[in-house]
């Protein structure tokens, strides 16, 4: 289990876009389980369906990217420190019930396939145990902007 201090660690995202609260599983390399407790005090609710709150699916997309990314961060080597996790793509997204305040997010990410620096994920999301949502999730592992900037040479 990985408290949000250690997430820090190795996600670059910060508030309010940092979106995991907990990881609970991880198996290096392969699975993540991770948990994001929906508030109704997060900004994205006061744009969002103001009336009647619903956390938006693109969250639970990116929420899911970061649980990916987890499973990337706890299979690099050496060779790759210093490198960032970029969201590639996505697909056959669907959203199967509304993610509202007071419910709490479970987010597994399983790796379907690896090829260089590319990831392909199986993402699903879900509340008390009901899908709330899945999609194909891709990723890729790119240095990081300081450490292109500092591998690069300057001619004139």
Known sequence: MLNLEEIKKI??????FLLLDRVLEVRPGEYCQALK??????AVFQGHFPQQA??????????????????I??????????????FAGINN????????????????????????????FEGKASVDGKLAA???????LQPSWQAASAQMKFVR
């Open 73 to 86: 961060d706890s299979g690099k080597g050496d060779a790759e420190s210093g490198s960032i996790v970029f």
């Open 11 to 16: 996600l670059p995202h910060r508030y309010p």
């Open 54 to 71: 619903v956390f938006p699916g693109v969250m639970i997309i990116e929420a899911l990217a970061q649980t990916a990314g987890i499973v």
């Open 37 to 42: 407790n929906i508030s109704g005090n997060e």
């Open 93 to 120: 997204a669907k959203f199967r019930v509304p993610v509202v305040p007071g419910d709490q997010l479970i987010l597994e990410t399983t790796l379907s396939n690896q090829r260089r620096n590319f990831w392909v």
């Open 134 to 140: 899945q999609a194909e999730i891709k990723l890729m």
